[in-house]
Structures are given as C-alpha cells and as structure tokens.
C-alpha cells in the first residue's frame, strides 16, 4: 500500500466535518473582520469579543478538521456517538455569534419595518402584540407557551439520536446533516440579514418586556434568560419554526409512529413564536418555506457530501453497508 493510500485510510471524515469547517471559517472571518461586538475579560484584561470569537472558531475550524483522524471503525459506543454528534455542541454558538455579527454587519440595520408592515397588511393589527393579549391573564396558557417554546430546543438536539440509538448508523449521520447543514445556514444568513423581532423594534413591547407574566418555572426561565442575553437580530425566518419542521421530517424518517407527537408538538411551537412577541407571523411563514426548501435540497447533497469525503477504508465500508442493510430493514418494517 502506498503512503497516499495509507493516509487515505487513515483519514475518515464524515459529511459534516467539511460543514463545520466551512462554517467556522465564515464566522472566524466575520468576527476578525467586526471585532466590536462587545468585549470580554481575558488574562486581566478587556479584549474585543470579535478576536476571541474569531480565535475560537478557528479552533472549531481545527477540531473538525482533526475529527477525521479518528478511526471509523472499532470506536467505544459513547466516543462513536459524540464523533458522530459533535456538531450539536456548536450549534447554539453560531446562532447567538450570528446576532452580534449582525448588528455591525451593513451597520446593524434592521428590516423589521417590511415585516411589521407585512403583518398588519395580513391582519390589520400585530398578531405579536394581539395573541399574547388574549391569554396573558392565564398563568396555564403563559406556561403551556413558554413551555413549548423550551421544548424546541429538546427536540432539536433529541430527535437526531433516534435513528442512532435505534443502530441505524448511516440513517443517524443523513439527518444530522441535514439537521446541521440547515442550522448552519440559516445562522449565516442571519449574519447579514438583520430582524430584530417585535419586542426588539415595538416600543410598547420592549418597554413592557417580560415583567409581571405569571406562569411555573418556564416562564421564570426565560424571563430570566430574556433579562441577559441579546437575542436581537434573528428573527426572519424563525429558526424556531424551521429546526422544528426539519425535526419533524427526522422524526418520520426515523419512524413514523413518532409523526402525531411532532405534529401537535408543531402546533404548540410555532404558536408560541408568535405568543411571546418573539417573532412576526411572517417570520412564521419564513421559517415554514425555507424548511420546504432546504430539506429536500440538503438530502439531495447527501451523496455527494459521502463522495467528497472520499472511501474510509474496508472497515468502514462494511460497517457502513450493515448500516444502511439495517436502515432498510427497519423502513421495511415501519
């Protein structure tokens, strides 16, 4: 076997490592390029955050690049699983870097004025100013949406597991690319597309906030996590909505009984967007076309994401053809 052969072998990259590369590398750019996003304390003293953010998606950079190395095959369950789903851990980093960016990106500005306007052309009022009005006397309905709000971010990070704890391995590593691509993406976007939300650009709504809401421990939750982190500058298309649906979609693919659950599940979520004033309906809207879109056309990558990724040895081939003998039979039997 020759040395190209060999370190062709030895380097076994999965499809999303190249996302997470190329991802980290855009947000590193933007970050050393829009370095006056607020600062952070290191070693003593104050440092633009942008150079840190900027060093630290170098490193994730780095980390999915070294991911590779790891051998396909012969792994311990749980060090397979994290190889496997690791992405998740960044998630949330490039959403909220996303925000900060945004605001420096074009100048910070905002297009909320089109989506308000959108929404009052629509309905002749603000549904984010209106729903909320209707139930916010009831501590059970104010709990029931802030609860289904969190549980967005349960399913999210959930729901790709399935298909893995089920021992369907290829059928696992499909939907978290496309989970992840989806994710990826629309954090990008928001980079440069800047929509602060109804309780962002509305007066009424930022001055009364969330005080006096009565509710359990979701709406305390929030009205504390509202109270400390910036989370103006994402709200065209709601990724709520979005990650939802491609949830939904990982959900039947994984298995189909799991379908009435994710839908009323659906319902819930998407409601409670709009309920605490957090987006516009259109951005409801948004969310629902861009998952329409981006679904299919992610799936359809899939392949040759595999192909780039190139032949990870005999190994892995077979593991990888057990794998999806086993996703077939287990489709079969749905």
Same mark, same amino acid.
């Given at each position: 076997?020759? @040395?190209?052969?060999?370190m062709h ?5 999965? @499809?999303?490592? @190249?996302v ?16 006056d996003t607020?600062?952070l304390?290191?070693?003593?003293s104050?440092?633009p ?11 994730f950079?780095?980390a999915?690049i070294?991911a590779?190395?790891?051998?396909p095959? =012969?792994q ?7 190889r496997?789903?690791?992405p ?11 925000i900060m ?7 910070g %500005?905002s297009?909320?004025?089109a989506?308000?306007?959108a929404?009052q052309?629509i309905?002749?009022?603000q549904p ?5 009005k ?7 309905? =104010?709990e029931?949406?802030?609860g ?17 704890l ?11 690319? %496309? ?12 980079i440069?597309y800047?929509v ?7 007066t ?18 929030f009205?504390r996590?509202?109270?400390t ?6 709200a065209?298309p709601s ?7 491609v ?5 039947y693919?994984?298995?189909r009984?799991l ?6 599940a659906?319902?819930f ?15 409801v ?5 861009y998952?329409?879109v981006?679904?299919?056309?992610i799936?359809r990558?899939?392949p ?8 990870r ?5 077979? =593991?990888?053809?057990s794998?999806?003998?086993a996703d077939?039979e ?5």
């Amino acid at each position: 076997m020759s @040395p190209a052969s060999a370190m062709h072998r030895a380097y076994s990259p999965e @499809p999303h490592d @190249p996302v997470i590369v190329i991802a980290s590398s855009i947000f590193a750019i933007a970050s050393f390029a829009f370095p006056d996003t607020g600062s952070l304390g290191l070693f003593g003293s104050q440092v633009p955050r942008g150079y840190v953010m900027g060093a630290a998606f170098t490193l994730f950079a780095a980390a999915a690049i070294l991911a590779g190395l790891l051998p396909p095959s =012969n792994q311990p369950k749980f060090l397979s699983f994290f190889r496997l789903f690791y992405p998740q851990a960044f998630l949330v980093l490039f959403f909220t870097e996303s925000i900060m960016l945004s605001s420096r990106v074009f100048g910070g %500005v905002s297009h909320d004025a089109a989506f308000a306007a959108a929404d009052q052309w629509i309905f002749g009022f603000q549904p984010a100013r209106e729903f909320h009005k209707v139930f916010e006397s009831s501590a059970f309905v =104010n709990e029931l949406m802030y609860g289904s709000y969190f549980l967005y971010f349960v399913l999210l990070i959930v729901t790709p597991w399935a298909a893995w704890l089920m021992g369907r391995r290829e059928e696992a590593k499909k939907l978290l690319f %496309v989970s992840v691509v989806a994710m990826v993406t629309l954090s990008t976007f928001y980079i440069f597309y800047r929509v602060q939300g109804p309780k962002y650009y509305f007066t009424d709504l930022r001055e009364a906030w969330y005080d006096g809401i009565e509710g359990g421990i979701f709406v305390s939750f929030f009205q504390r996590l509202f109270s400390t982190a910036m989370l103006s500058g994402a709200a065209f298309p709601s990724t709520h909505v979005a990650m939802t649906a491609v949830t939904g979609y990982i959900a039947y693919r994984t298995d189909r009984r799991l379908l009435p659950f994710y839908a009323v599940a659906s319902i819930f979520i998407l409601s409670s967007t709009v309920y605490i004033y957090a987006h516009y309906f259109v951005d409801v809207l948004g969310g629902l076309a861009y998952a329409l879109v981006a679904v299919p056309l992610i799936s359809r990558t899939y392949p040759l994401a595999l192909r780039l990724c190139g032949s990870r040895g005999a190994s892995s081939r077979r =593991n990888d053809a057990s794998g999806a003998k086993a996703d077939t039979e287990a489709r079969a039997g749905l």
